[in-house]
């Protein structure tokens, strides 16, 4: 029987059928998050019946449906809590009656950094661990902690999602989150415009010519030499590598699994990173070992499946 | 019965016998750790026969022994896995087979830390809470986590226990662990004698004329308007807020315990610590509670009969 996998990103929304631990099928709608997600609803609803009609089948046949959403999920899952910014008006809604109206099944929701965590644990790199924490190199830094076999979830639910704004750097800059310091606003893709501009040379810059900074750019130009670029990257994969570190610090787990579009170049952040726990980890006598996501963006669909029998107590 | 306690400082071991969640009796040696722990444990031997006298029973009419001890301890309780400096031969005894031989009873270890915190946890200011953090300020900064109801160990038993060696400074101080940074190098005992050196007007300071520089004169004087001991307490306070920040962001509890000596003046560190979480907690709708250690030194014996008796399933 197929799930019903729907992954919330800022500008896109992805959905899907799961079916034995396969994406089966995926649609793509734009999401105009800021406009929030009420609107958005018979869209998806139409979307995931057309899905339905091409494998044969009705959405009320399915085992249910599964959403990774940005913010805080209500320890249930049945309920988005709190949300920053972007879907403004998910905590006023009642999506489990949505489904259970439109679609038929029954609905459970997770916060999207556990869900790509969850489909590299269940799935991907992070298989038969049972310690183990993930950090998402995309437009900021995500992160997310297993712990003795269980998600961490904290007493807000919360815990593990932070990881990108741990202080790091006392007398930093501030970040969007109101925090001083945290990693996500010393080096992401939130802030590397900015970083970009402060560095003394960076008129001379290829990176002068871009209108919007990305990090693909930064590691290109650095492989030519270019100054401001070497910088960045430098500066950028120490503040990884520290936030890594204190993640290390934290929670103590055997693997650290990278993820995020910025892990195109994982060739050169993994063996960074590695290299920093090795010199700074405290204990002594073993190091995380850090790999790279294998499950890409199909991570969080994947998850949808995992999430829903397990809630259902399926399997 | 009786529960033979040991809380192996650096400094002095405290031995103690605890009952129905009380301390009855204790007795305090010098610990001499820089010379190993085995020379000790004959006069532990004593002290506790001389403690089991005084109470008109035998050591082998207790439930058992459990020990507070620094270091990594192993996930069955049984062995000290790794030590640092202090009592450096403690990982090659087996503790456990001279409690049976010498007291005729078993034996379980945990780290000081933890102990502390579970001391306060079922005994003091963490009593009927499953999410809460706590951290010592003494020497140096110690810290340890219950998430879930249940102490974090993590993969190699160092789960929660470096909350002090989190980098909050990545250009600052090369840190006793040899990481770049730490809170404890940052602002700690360990630490506050450089600090107070580095001030550019330390010689018209009042903690010039002392040979060892202690929080207590730092306290004192800053409240007399002494620039470098005001310096100093307010350089602290920020590094300690932001470390207790970084574990809420870490572990998200419901409540951060401090304890330690440097919490006689607890009047001035809880508020501003406090105030700093309600500044700078990304959770918007509730900040984690600071509180103070109730339970002081007695708190690492208390937990002995706690963990003895979680460890024979008894209660």
């Not at 029954?106 to 869900?115: C, G, K, T, V």
């Not at 790509?116 to 269940?122: L, M, N, P, S, V």
């Not at 961490?152 to 310091?181: E, M």
């Not at 993820?259 to 990173?273: L, R, V, Y």
Request: with cysteine; hydrophobic share 40%.
């Amino acid at each position: 029987m197929y799930t019903i996998a729907c992954d919330m990103g800022g500008t896109r929304i992805k959905l899907g059928l799961v079916k034995d631990s396969k994406v089966i099928t995926t649609e793509v709608i734009p999401a105009y998050s800021g406009k929030g997600l009420k609107p958005r609803l018979p869209v998806m609803v139409e979307t995931i019946n057309n899905m339905c009609n091409k494998q044969n089948t009705l959405s009320k046949n399915c085992i249910g449906m599964a959403i990774a959403s940005p913010g805080v999920i209500s320890s249930d899952n049945r309920r988005i809590a709190s949300m920053n910014e972007k879907y403004f008006d998910a905590p006023s809604l009642n999506l489990t009656a949505w489904a259970k109206e439109e679609l038929g099944v029954p609905l459970f929701i997770e916060n999207d950094a556990r869900m790509a965590t969850i489909g590299e644990w269940k799935y991907g790199a992070g298989k038969n661990y049972d310690y183990l924490v993930m950090m998402t190199l995309g437009t900021g830094l995500g992160t997310s902690a297993v712990i003795n076999g269980q998600l961490l979830r904290g007493f807000h639910g919360i815990g593990g999602l932070l990881g990108g704004h741990f202080t790091v750097n006392y007398n930093g800059r501030k970040c969007t989150c109101g925090n001083i310091g945290c990693s996500e606003i010393e080096a992401s893709t939130v802030s590397i415009n900015e970083l970009a501009k402060a560095y003394p040379g960076f008129h001379d810059s290829k990176l002068a010519n871009e209108d919007v900074i990305e990090y693909e750019s930064v590691f290109k130009y650095a492989a030519d030499g270019d100054l401001c670029a070497s910088y960045l990257l430098e500066h950028s994969l120490k503040v990884w590598s520290i936030t890594v570190l204190n993640l290390v610090h934290a929670y103590d787990p055997e693997i650290v699994i990278l993820g995020g579009g910025i892990m195109a170049s994982g060739d050169i952040i993994i063996p960074a990173i590695q290299d920093y726990l090795e010199k700074y980890t405290w204990n002594p006598w073993d190091k995380a070992r850090v790999v790279k996501a294998e499950n890409g963006n199909n991570a969080a669909l994947l998850a949808c499946e995992w999430l829903l029998k397990n809630k259902l107590n399926l399997k």
